[in-house]
């Protein structure tokens, strides 16, 4: 007789975040840090080959802070989409 399956550990989406690639952010996802909440709000470009991806980010509290982040292009990004 077979083994039943495990059941999972963690649903991303009960959670409300999704982990995805920096090249596939949309306008209005959200990631958060010690900071407070930032918002997605462009621009994305590419360095290094291809192998970093810059995105533009702004504060949620106050959007004329602005803020530049940089991730290697396979990494995952913990993003909350509205």
Not at 10 to 15: E, I, K, V
Not at 16 to 28: A, D, E, F
């Amino acid at each position: 007789m077979a083994k039943p399956r495990p059941e999972k550990k963690r649903d991303p989406a009960a959670s409300g975040t999704t982990k995805v690639l920096p090249m596939q952010l949309r306008v209005g996802d959200r990631i958060a840090d010690e900071l407070g909440e930032w918002e997605f709000c462009g621009p994305m470009y590419t360095g290094n080959f291809g192998k970093a991806v810059h995105a533009g980010f702004r504060l949620v509290e106050q959007p004329s802070v602005v803020e530049l982040r940089m991730w290697g292009a396979h990494e995952r990004v913990s993003v909350k989409r509205i």
